[in-house]
């Protein structure tokens, strides 16, 4: 059994989908962001000194991080979604496994924490924009035929890049990147991407 320590309105979101895709067995433990901070509750802090989500505790561990918490479920219970090591599509598939954490979600976060300086933030506005649309158009532009990234099912690295494919889309950013639009689209019509949705409900 995976217990998922989940985090609403948060990354946590892409590991209870994961595990409506691959059937495990879970159980979700509900924790709610402050109103007024938007942070995570002291209660996360008990389990990790970090005190974030998403975390599981899985096999008698905890194991905290997004890429590794997918990486571990996968090789349990779907090693298919994941490319044979040694092959060009499993070196594609460690690239973007850490691109979605180690480089896109660097301007998005940075475009969040700057906005919120005002006036004083303005100058670094453009580097950002600038960064926002290399990393979006990337990940617009290396989709497969097929919709999918490295394998032409869904795979790891589609979980992975999901999160920030979906801000992209609430930046309204559709008209500019189509085919992550339409593989957001995608993601959202999967029946286990809409039980993982209920199940996390605010």
Known sequence: MITLHHLNRSRSH?????????????????YKRDEKTNLAPPELMALHPL???????????????????????????????????????????????????GSA????????????LGEAGKPLHPRIDQQLDAHYGYMNDILRDSGHYVLDDLSAA???????????MRQRRQDDFPRLAKFVEAIHGRPAYQRATAIGAD
């Not at 979600?105 to 919120?116: A, D, E, G, K």
Request: proline fraction near 5%; glycine fraction near 4%; charged fraction near 20%.
């Open 51 to 101: 005190g974030k989500s998403p975390m599981i505790q899985m096999d008698g561990r905890l194991v905290t991080e997004s890429a590794a918490i997918v990486e571990v479920i996968c090789a349990k219970h779907a090693p298919k979604m994941v490319p044979e090591a040694g092959t060009s599509a499993y070196i594609q598939h460690l690239e973007l496994m850490h691109f979605a954490e």
């Open 158 to 168: 589609d979980v992975m890049l999901s999160f920030p494919a979906e801000i992209a």
């Open 105 to 116: 979600m660097t301007p998005i976060l940075l475009q969040l924490y700057v906005s919120r």
């Open 14 to 30: 892409r590991i209870l989908w994961l595990l409506e895709e691959v059937g495990a067995e879970y159980n979700v433990v509900h």
